[in-house]
Nanobody, 123 residues
Framework: QVQLVESGGGLVQAGGSLRLSCAAS????????MAWFRQAPGKEREFVAA????????SYADSVKGRFTISRDNAKNTVYLQMNSLKPEDTAVYFC????????????????WGQGTQVTVSS
């Protein structure tokens, strides 16, 4: 069992930056692929970014490429999402997720989820 807790959400103006953190506990963090998803009101949860167990491979949704960066610090059992050049359409609840398998882009790829943190981008 892995428990995930997101933090770092808040309100930011368009064009600004924000860094989300996800702290993991309960299992060996370094062996898990990690990902960020987001869900806006009335919409399905969508993939944002993923990173493999070592941090050497990453993937991003087309909508955030060049603006967001996922990273991890296994010594701190934490994964990060650095969000730059934020847009109003980035407004959503952001969730971190973990799985011992492939760093996929589907909700069904991940077995463990955090409770989410709200990100609101004003225009």
């Amino acid at each position: 069992q892995v428990q995930l807790v997101e933090s770092g959400g808040g309100l930011v103006q368009a064009g600004g930056s924000l860094r989300l953190s996800c702290a993991a506990s309960g299992r060996t963090f370094s062996n898990y692929a990690m990902a960020w998803f987001r869900q806006a009101p009335g919409k399905e949860r969508e993939f944002v970014a993923a990173i493999n167990w070592s941090g050497g491979r990453t993937s991003y949704a087309d909508s955030v490429k060049g603006r967001f960066t996922i990273s991890r610090d296994n010594a701190k059992n934490t994964v990060y999402l650095q969000m730059n050049s934020l847009k109003p359409e980035d407004t959503a609840v952001y969730f971190c997720a973990a799985d011992r398998a492939y760093y996929g882009s589907r909700v069904s790829d991940y077995a463990f989820w955090g409770q989410g943190t709200q990100v609101t981008v004003s225009s």
